[in-house]
T-cell receptor, first 113, second 113 residues
Framework: AQSVAQPEDQVNVAEGNPLTVKCTYS??????LFWYVQYPNRGLQFLLK??????LVKGSYGFEAEFNKSQTSFHLKKPSALVSDSALYFC???????????FGTGTRLQVFP | DADVTQTPRNRITKTGKRIMLECSQT?????MYWYRQDPGLGLRLIYY???????NKGEISDGYSVSRQAQAKFSLSLESAIPNQTALYFC????????????FGDGTRLSIL
């Protein structure tokens, strides 16, 4: 069965510092991976995806993610965090047989001024 | 995402009541989904529909039913609500092309007393 794991419930970082939100996956075959962000009282917003190609994927709001096949990871990164980046972040993997997304449990990012 | 509209945004009801949550979209997407979000569990798929005549159960469909009235409308019903169905419910849509991101509504917060 395909799955993703987000090992950290919360990540705290100071504004201006780099941030990393971790995600590992377990799939058979090549993974299709996604990151979404959820702000309070809003639905999930798509940030970026990895399907194939370059291991470093660039997305919205200055975020990027690095796909590492040997470590089965797809960590979300940003060089300089903003207070407005504070939100709940979800990693997801697409089931290859359908278009279903399988989500991780989410990581709350808190950026302090 | 204003292109995916969920009604109501909030609902409080009593155990045993029948409840319908509605979702409509203006994105022209064929595929629609219903998820529920619970703290610490991420999002879990309840039902999904690839077109008007194609409806499929997700991982937690027990106690729920759906209706795809048109390409743009996908409703979720709780036939006899119970307290452990208290959650945040999201509708999402995606294009039929593979690996396209899903687009989410802003959710319905449902409380069952």
């Amino acid at each position: 069965a395909q799955s993703v794991a987000q090992p950290e419930d919360q990540v705290n970082v100071a504004e201006g510092n780099p941030l990393t939100v971790k995600c590992t996956y377990s799939v058979s075959g090549n993974p299709y991976l996604f990151w979404y962000v959820q702000y309070p009282n809003r639905g999930l917003q798509f940030l970026l995806k990895y399907i194939t190609g370059d291991n470093l994927v660039k997305g919205s709001y200055g975020f990027e993610a690095e796909f590492n096949k040997s470590q089965t990871s797809f960590h979300l990164k940003k060089p300089s965090a903003l207070v407005s980046d504070s939100a709940l972040y979800f990693c997801a993997v697409r089931d290859r047989g359908t278009d279903k997304l399988i989500f991780g449990t989410g990581t709350r990012l808190q950026v302090f001024p | 995402d204003a292109d995916v509209t969920q009604t109501p945004r909030n609902r409080i009801t009593k155990t045993g009541k029948r409840i319908m949550l509605e979702c409509s979209q203006t994105k022209g997407h064929d595929r629609m989904y219903w998820y529920r979000q619970d703290p610490g569990l991420g999002l879990r798929l309840i039902y999904y529909s690839f077109d008007v005549k194609d409806i499929n159960k997700g991982e937690i469909s027990d106690g729920y039913s759906v209706s795809r009235q048109a390409q743009a409308k996908f409703s979720l019903s709780l036939e006899s609500a119970i307290p452990n169905q208290t959650a945040l419910y999201f509708c999402a849509t995606s294009d039929r092309l593979n690996n396209q991101p899903q687009h989410f509504g802003d959710g319905t917060r449902l409380s069952i007393l």
